[in-house]
Each structure stands twice: as structure tokens, then as C-alpha cells.
């Protein structure tokens, strides 16, 4: 089915219905009856779509993986653009986030998804690092970032993004010091 513009509104419609409706309980306790009703959208317009409402939360997760990672590439520049895109990112998918971090395996899938994306990048920049430090210190940035940002999400008095990333880099960066001379 191609996705003409009717189509896309729909299904916009129903992801941020659903979205709504998980901010307020949680996935299993949501009907299909009250998600086409708060989307505005027939029962039966729903499953031309969708199998069921988890097939509808995957599909937000995939985009926001997706959208993460084109957000997030490696910066050539420096360690402080990439998280400074990254938190950019993040600011204007608070809500999102909040919602979608209520799911314990997206952090998993989050960490998955980047791993791939940098541990290539990062492995050429220390190919002289011991490849068992780097994965233990992949995990250790990856999940201590992903752990800074989650709760920078969730302060209501937060700090910019720009500091934020210079933050985040100067912690990265003494990690990799140490990559260095270990």
C-alpha cells in the first residue's frame, strides 16, 4: 500500500494518539475502540495498517530509532557536535522519549542501534586500543550518556543543550584519554 498523503495523516493520527494515550496509562490497558477514537479514525482504517496496537508502538519505536541515528551520525568536527545534535535531538522529542523510555528494552534497542553506527568510527580512531577496553568503555559512554540524558529529559530546569554538550564531551573525552594509554 502506497502511502499517499490521507494515508500519512492517519497514520500520524494514530502514533500521536497512542503516544498520548501512553503518557496516561500504560500500552496494555489501551483499547483499540479509544486509540481510533482519540486518533479520529475508523476501527477498520486502523487494521488496514496495523495488526494490533503493538504493531503500532513498534512502528513508533523503528521511526525513532531511525531518526535517531540520522540525528546522531559521528561528527568529524568533534565529540561536542555529536552530542549537541544528539540532545537537540532529544529536546524536541522529550515527550517521545519519556514515553518510549517506559519500555525497558528500548535503552537496549538504543544502545544497539548506536553501537553499530559508531563502534566502526570509534574502533579506527583507537585502532591501537585493546579491543575488550574498547567495548567495556563503548558500554560504559554509551549507557553513563544515554543515563545524563534521560535524566536531562526529565528536569523540568534543565540546562541547554549546548552545555550540556560540552558536559557530556568533556566526559567522553577523558575516557578516550585513558583508551589511549591503555
Known sequence: MTDDRRTKRTKKALKNSLIKLMAEKPIGKITIKE?????????S????????????????KKEFLEDLLAAAKPSAESLYQYYLNLLQFMENHTEKMKILDQDISFTNDVIHVLKKQYLESWLTRFSNSNRMHYEYFYCFVTEGSLGVIKQWCLDENRESPEIMAQILAKFAESGFALLKIG
Open 35 to 43: 486509540l481510533t477514537e482519540a486518533a479520529d479514525v475508523n476501527r
Open 45 to 60: 482504517t486502523f487494521y488496514l495498517h496495523y495488526t494490533d496496537i503493538f504493531d503500532l508502538y513498534n512502528c513508533i
